[in-house]
């Protein structure tokens, strides 16, 4: 089956005044399979917003080809629009209409039937608060509300920015079991941009991480992680003073190991921070033999985060690091500042969901 969507070398430029011109999108590529929830992350200003829109019509792009279920976009877009939901800019509704009455005016100017309105409140959960005026949602049950006016017309294809924002951990939970479900028991394809990597972690089949408007890496979440996520060994000692004693005994024991691999620790605050080590044994026997004694030692996994950070190059440093075999520390150096270039969507000034 070919992909839903399809983007190649997608190019947007935005003139500026006195300023030199930005490149939202720099030759962008993406695919997303059929029947899968996406992620669709990067750092801001890395240009997930400007794509998003420029799927949708919503604004002209400088170079490159879309294509969604196959067709060219914008081109064919009036084709195909009637398969696709989508909440990506901030939410807006009449104050004073209920929750239902603003479903069932668009419903009805979609040729939706009532019955679908009951049924998207149901899987949204504002079928409590369907007759309370919008004015007093939160910012939460706004973006449910969002959610299912996109649903209304039981898309193929359902896009979302950020359909976290505003919920509190139980509104997350229920927004991901309606997702996968959509995806996984529906045959809806879900394309989600979020700054909640844990949740995408738990939510997403596959993903692609943008920085710069171009694409760094795309496949299966697990996969990704699996491919980046190298664990580490985290070691703390009774007494912080141990520390460069710890990293020196380990360096000299490391030269008879014969991995091609270096072995890395990194003094980080109160705690030695390695990675490399063919096992945590290994650790504990160098240490012991050295006369150190530990008070803890933990296999950390890499996360989402931990990976995104890194192929972003939005890591923060470690204070200083010790490279095996070597007899350098290398001081901290500051990152480099994130830019800022998207607009940032769906951020109001109401607290999270009540």
Same mark, same amino acid.
């Given at each position: 089956m070919p992909p839903i969507i399809e983007i190649s070398g997608l190019r947007k430029t935005y003139s500026r005044a006195f300023r030199q011109p930005h490149n939202a999108l720099d030759g962008l590529d993406l695919e997303v399979a059929a029947g899968q929830v996406h992620g669709f992350l990067g750092p801001n200003?890395?240009? =997930?917003?400007?794509? #998003?829109?420029?799927? #949708?019509?919503?604004?002209?792009?400088?170079?490159?080809?879309?294509?969604?279920?196959?067709?060219?976009?914008?081109?064919? #877009?009036?084709?195909?629009?009637g398969r696709i939901g989508a909440v990506?800019?901030?939410?807006?509704?009449? =104050?004073?209409?209920?929750?239902?009455?603003?479903?069932?005016?668009?419903?009805?100017?979609?040729?939706v039937s009532n019955t679908r309105v009951e049924e998207v409140l149901e899987q949204?959960?504002?079928?409590?608060?369907?007759?309370?005026?919008?004015?007093?949602?939160?910012l939460g049950m706004r973006q449910r509300l969002a959610v299912a006016q996109a649903l209304l017309k039981q898309p193929q294809l359902l896009i979302l920015d950020e359909p976290a924002n505003g919920l509190d951990p139980a509104g997350?939970?229920?927004?991901?079991?309606?997702?996968?479900?959509?995806?996984?028991?529906?045959?809806?394809?879900v394309v989600v941009s979020s700054h909640l990597l844990s949740e995408v972690q738990q939510l997403c089949d596959s993903m692609t991480i943008v920085s710069r408007g171009r694409r760094i890496v795309d496949g299966?979440?697990?996969?990704?992680?699996?491919?980046?996520?190298?664990?580490?060994?985290?070691?703390?000692?009774?007494?912080? %003073?141990?520390?460069?004693?710890?990293?020196?005994? #380990?360096?000299?024991a490391?030269?008879?190991?014969?991995? %091609?691999?270096?072995?890395?620790?990194?003094?980080?605050?109160?705690?030695l921070v390695v990675r490399g080590a063919p096992e945590p044994a290994w650790v504990t026997k160098t240490l012991a033999d050295a006369g150190i004694y530990l008070s803890e030692l933990r296999t950390e996994t890499k996360n989402l985060e931990s990976v995104f950070l890194e192929l972003t190059g939005t890591a923060p440093v470690p204070?200083?690091?010790?490279?095996?075999?070597?007899?350098?520390?290398?001081?901290?150096?500051?990152p480099a500042p994130v830019a800022a270039g998207d607009v940032t969507i769906n951020v109001e000034s109401e607290g999270a969901e009540r």
């Open positions: 200003g890395s240009g =997930k917003t400007t794509t #998003l829109r420029a799927l #949708l019509g919503l604004i002209r792009v400088d170079g490159g080809t879309m294509r969604i279920f196959g067709e060219e976009v914008p081109h064919r #877009l009036p084709d195909v629009v990506v800019e901030s939410p807006q509704f009449f =104050k004073h209409f209920s929750g239902r009455l603003t479903l069932q005016l668009l419903a009805e100017s979609a040729g949204v959960g504002l079928r409590d608060a369907a007759k309370a005026s919008v004015k007093g949602y939160s997350i939970h229920h927004m991901r079991e309606l997702l996968q479900w959509l995806a996984h028991a529906q045959g809806v394809t299966k979440v697990a996969d990704i992680i699996a491919g980046h996520g190298d664990s580490s060994l985290t070691v703390r000692f009774p007494d912080a %003073a141990s520390l460069p004693e710890a990293a020196d005994a #380990l360096a000299a490391a030269g008879s190991l014969g991995e %091609a691999r270096p072995v890395t620790a990194a003094v980080d605050r109160d705690r204070g200083h690091t010790v490279q095996i075999g070597e007899s350098a520390v290398v001081p901290q150096t500051a």
